[in-house]
C-alpha cells in the first residue's frame, strides 16, 4: 500500500490547491527510490493497478486495450499488459516486457500488436512520455465518431480544455503496421489526451501510469456527459475559456491526476491481493 506520512509543507510550497495547509496530517506523498529496482517494481504494481481499475470500470473489450510503462532502468523498454488476459486478471507476475520493435524481453505473454504499433511509436517519439492507456470504452469509442474534442461543459471537463487533441489520421482502421503508429505519434506533443476518431481514447502521462490510467477514466467519463447534456436536447452553458484554463492548471495537471489515483489503488490493494502475486 502506498505510505500515507505526517510530513510538514517545505517553505509553505504545495504541489496543489489540495495540499494541507496544516502540517503533520497524512497525505500521499509521491515515494523515492534509491535503486532501480525497486522503482520498477513500484510501476509494475501500479501498472497493474491501473489494469484493475480498467477492470472496475468495465473498460475490457475481448483482448482489446492496452497499459504502458517505461522501465526506470532502459527507457528503450516498456511494460505492458500481456495479450489475451482479462485486465482483472493482470498481475506482476504475468506482464511483459517489450522494446519499441514490439519484441518481448521479458514474459511468456504475446504481445497486442495494436499496442505495439501506437504506444511503442508514441514512447520512442516522445521521450518524456512514460506511461499510456487505451481501451475500447463505450462512451469514448462513441464519442470519437463525432470526430470532435470535447466542450468544457463542466470543471471535470475544463481538465482536458487545450489539452486534448482530436487525431483523424488512420481513423477507424485497425492500427497493426507500424506507418499507423507513426501517423498517430505526431499529435501527442504537448497534450495529455487525444480523441482518435472512429477508435476511441488514448491518455499519455510525463508523470506516471497512476497519472495516465486516472485520466482516461476521467476523460470517458466526460465523454459520457457531453453526450447525455446533448441528448437533453438543451444547448449547455460553456465554462468561459479563462475558467477553464484556470480549472485545467489546477485540477488537470499530471499530479492531480496522480493524486486522484491513490484512493483508487489503496482500495484495490485491500481487496485485490492477488494483483503482486
Not at 527510490?33 to 489494469?51: G, I, P, T, Y
Not at 469509442?141 to 470532435?148: I, K, Y
Request: with cysteine; net charge negative.
Amino acid at each position: 500500500m502506498l505510505d500515507k506520512v505526517k510530513t510538514p509543507l517545505v517553505g509553505g510550497h504545495q504541489k496543489s490547491i489540495y495540499d494541507p495547509i496544516q502540517t503533520g496530517l497524512i497525505y500521499p506523498e509521491i515515494q523515492q527510490f534509491d535503486n532501480f529496482e525497486a522503482e520498477r517494481l513500484h510501476r509494475k504494481q501500479r501498472l497493474v493497478a491501473a489494469c484493475r481499475a480498467f477492470a472496475l470500470e468495465r473498460f475490457d473489450y475481448g483482448f482489446a486495450g492496452h497499459l504502458t510503462i517505461r522501465d526506470p532502468e532502459h527507457p528503450e523498454l516498456y511494460w505492458t499488459n500481456p495479450m489475451c488476459v482479462h485486465f482483472a486478471q493482470v498481475k506482476v507476475s504475468n506482464l511483459i516486457l517489450a522494446d519499441h520493435k514490439g519484441q518481448v524481453v521479458e514474459g511468456k505473454h504475446a504481445i497486442n500488436r495494436a499496442g505495439f504499433v501506437l504506444h511503442a511509436a508514441v514512447h520512442e517519439a516522445h521521450p518524456d512520455i512514460i506511461s499510456m492507456c487505451h481501451a475500447h470504452t463505450v462512451y469514448g469509442t462513441a464519442f470519437a465518431a463525432l470526430g470532435r474534442p470535447l466542450e468544457p461543459i463542466s470543471q471535470d471537463a475544463a481538465a482536458f480544455f487545450e489539452d486534448h487533441i482530436v487525431i483523424k489520421d488512420e481513423a477507424g482502421q485497425v492500427a497493426v503496421e507500424e506507418k499507423a503508429g507513426l501517423a498517430v505519434c505526431d499529435w501527442f506533443k504537448g497534450v495529455k489526451a487525444a480523441i482518435h476518431q472512429n477508435h476511441g481514447l488514448l491518455t499519455a502521462s510525463r508523470h506516471s501510469i497512476e497519472a495516465a490510467a486516472f485520466w482516461f477514466i476521467a476523460l470517458e467519463r466526460c465523454c459520457r456527459q457531453q453526450m447525455l447534456v446533448e441528448a437533453s436536447g438543451h444547448q449547455p452553458v460553456l465554462v468561459s475559456p479563462e475558467r477553464a484554463r484556470y480549472s485545467r492548471e489546477h485540477v488537470g495537471s499530471e499530479y492531480i491526476g496522480w493524486l486522484h489515483f491513490q484512493p483508487i489503488y489503496d482500495h484495490l490493494v485491500a481487496t485485490q491481493p492477488d494483483m503482486f502475486t
